[in-house]
């Protein structure tokens, strides 16, 4: 079996997982880290448990972070897209911009519960540097978050935001400068410094217990959605739909749904510049294989080298995948398809044109999936789509991507498909 890491684990370094996704996850680290991550598994399920502990996770999601997040109807997204009643969970509504803060408000909780008095982070698109700065700052901890030199320069603002909130950016250049990089880099700190610092991974991926610790802090997304989708319709909707990168977002609102069967659960990852070259489509043309401490899904050649991944979009500009989303393709309870650089363009045209809502550019790659999903759907399905951000930190890249030119050609193909004013909007 092939596997690719950049740096291989000792045979000390490696213990079995205790989740539940099946042959995926596990704990391959360094011998250094393994009293730090036996640590979290012990400590994690106690403080979860802790009435206290959630308790101030609940208030500080309600009172700092703007929860619950709204749902919104979306009708005339559905009717430019073909149909289908379309409910987006607005994530892109909490503080910070992103679905980041859940996740890192009940890291940042748990450090503090462990003693930790330093914090670090890596970062990609920004979103999650920003949400660990912002609870850093909130809580008055120090912070230090890596970030890819390629995704420095392309999200400038939310570099900028870090440094504002007190954080210190670190740019690694190694590699291709992207979210890979910067997470070996935090590692490395992380071996370091592990005595007194606390590595807030940002996604569902890690060893154990970091992704199940993850998804039931961002399952938060899934249990409101669910509860409002029954309040708002009576009844659940026939499909979810989240971007998938290392598969936060995507794990959050599936977990509200993964116990109702007859609720498809869709992940939407990165074609990139297609699939036959450079993109981030693990689910479409990964190999299991072993990296950044976990057993999943890879992009890697027939002799288990790493290939670089590519996608417009930071936040999806990985070539890993979460094991529990390895485990649920495997099992057949989510399935996941792919949306090149071109189309998450259009599809965040899409959006802003239709309802007035700039997504990020990691969520316009489930709204330009959509056109295909109610195809198969049907135009009388239910789809609650996460927006897990908006577009503000994607400004700068859209505006190089979309020239006068190819707006106008956006609007004129809008504007054939709506109907005269008053009819099929939001006024009906």
């Given at each position: ?79 430019a897209v073909g149909g289908g009643d379309i409910w987006l969970k607005r994530e892109d ?8 803060i859940n996740n890192c408000v009940g890291q940042v909780l748990l450090a503090r519960r ?75 700190d992380w071996v370091a410094h592990v005595e007194d610092t606390h590595y807030v991974i ?227």
């Open positions: 079996m092939a596997s690719a890491s950049t740096s291989p684990p000792s045979p000390e370094g490696v213990a079995p997982s205790a989740g539940d996704f099946g042959r995926f996850g596990g704990r391959f680290v360094a011998e250094t880290l393994m009293p730090a991550v036996e640590e979290l598994a012990r400590e994690w399920p106690v403080a979860w448990a802790d009435p206290s502990f959630r308790g101030d996770y609940e208030r500080i999601l309600s009172e700092y972070v703007g929860r619950p997040s709204a749902l919104t109807p979306a009708p005339r997204l559905a009717k509504l909490n503080h910070t911009g992103a679905h980041k462990l003693g930790k008095q330093r914090i670090i982070a890596e970062t990609g698109a920004g979103q999650h540097g920003v949400a660990t700065a912002t609870v850093c700052a909130y809580f008055g901890m120090p912070c230090v978050v890596y970030m890819g030199a390629e995704d420095v320069a392309r999200q400038a603002l939310n570099v900028f935001r870090m440094r504002l909130l007190g954080a210190e950016v670190k740019s690694v250049t190694a590699g291709s400068a992207t979210l890979k990089d910067a997470i070996n880099e935090a590692l490395r940002g996604s569902v991926m890690g060893p154990d217990p970091y992704p199940m610790m993850v998804r039931e802090l961002q399952r938060v997304i899934g249990d409101e959605a669910r509860a409002q989708m029954l309040e708002r319709t009576g009844k659940l909707p026939d499909a979810v739909v989240a971007c998938v990168g290392g598969g936060s977002n995507a794990m959050g609102i599936f977990a509200g749904f993964l116990g109702d069967p007859g609720v498809q659960l869709i992940g939407v990852e990165a074609a990139g510049e297609g699939l036959d070259g450079l993109h981030a489509a693990t689910m479409s043309r990964g190999a299991e294989g072993v990296y950044h401490g976990m057993r999943s899904l890879v992009l890697q050649d027939d002799d288990g080298q790493l290939q670089e991944a590519h996608s417009i979009s930071a936040g999806l500009d990985y070539p890993g995948i979460g094991p529990e989303h390895a485990h649920l393709r495997e099992t057949g309870r989510a399935r996941y398809v792919a949306i090149d650089d071109a189309q998450a363009l259009d599809g965040l045209s899409l959006l802003s044109r239709t309802e007035g809502i700039i997504p990020a550019l990691e969520t316009a790659h489930a709204i330009a999936a959509l056109p295909q999903l109610v195809r198969e759907l049907g135009p009388e399905a239910t789809i609650l789509l996460n927006l897990s951000g908006r577009g503000d930190k994607d400004m700068h890249t859209v505006m190089g991507r979309l020239d006068a030119d190819s707006v106008a050609e956006v609007e004129e193909a809008r504007a054939r498909s709506q109907k005269p004013a008053g009819k099929g909007g939001h006024d009906d």
